[in-house]
């Protein structure tokens, strides 16, 4: 059964950029697609963007001038980099395996989620 | 405001039978199928149902999913206090091409 882990700093500054990873175990990264979710507290699910195996990305419109998210097939992990945060960047951020044949797509697994405080 | 309307809280008794609504749009649900999450307290969200109506292997008979054009409403049968968590719609935008989801309904077992 896959397995996803995220790891990175859970404090992060004003204007300085947020780096997380992603570390995909029992499985290989080379197929499916590959999501990185937030919520902040007290809210519900925002989708941040996905990378599929092959480097290709798509992301939310409202996120994508400070997105970059990248797929290192070699260490079978994917990262995300979220530049210029605030306060409003705060939230659980959550990976995720996506699935997709014709119009059906779901998430699953989901990795445990890090806590990413954006405060100086 | 999310993208996809569910109510924001729901109750029932154990043994009883609750239903979760979610409400999008033909850019979403009247075009793509409908997953459904249920994210138990201090926990990442789990697969429920995706396919609109198909479980995965380990989640109980009693959970079940049904699409109709533009909505879409996930049923639990049988309510166990395990059951207590809160439960997201999901769904495919092809304007935003890339997933939506609805603000969440808390479900509580009295």
């Known amino acids: 059964q896959v397995q996803l882990q995220e790891s990175g700093p859970g404090l992060v500054k004003p204007s300085e950029t947020l780096s997380l990873t992603c570390a995909v175990s029992r499985g290989s990264i080379s197929t499916y697609y590959w999501t990185w979710m937030r919520q902040s507290p007290g809210k519900g699910l925002e989708w941040i963007g996905h990378?599929?195996?092959?480097?290709?990305?798509q992301y939310n419109p409202s996120l994508r001038s400070r997105v970059t998210i990248s797929v290192d097939t070699s260490k079978n992990h994917f990262s995300l980099r979220l530049s210029s945060v605030t306060a409003a960047d705060t939230a659980v951020y959550y990976c995720a395996r996506g699935t997709h044949q014709m119009s059906v797509r779901w998430f699953d697994p989901w990795g445990q989620g890090t806590l990413v405080t954006v405060s100086s | 405001q999310s993208v996809l309307t569910q109510p924001p809280s729901t109750s029932g008794t154990p043994g009883q039978t609750i239903t979760i609504s979610c409400s999008g749009s033909t850019s979403n649900i009247g075009t793509n199928a409908v997953s459904w999450y249920q994210q138990l307290p201090g926990t990442a969200p789990k697969l429920l149902i995706f396919?609109?109506?198909l479980r995965p292997s380990g989640v109980h008979d009693g959970v079940s999913g049904s699409k109709s054009g533009t909505s879409a409403s996930l049923a639990i049968s049988g309510l166990q206090s395990a059951d207590e968590a809160d439960y997201y719609c999901a769904s495919w935008d092809d304007s935003l091409n890339g997933p939506v989801f609805g603000g969440g309904t808390k479900v509580t077992v009295l």
């Open positions: 396919s609109n109506n």
């Open positions: 990378v599929y195996y092959s480097g290709s990305t």
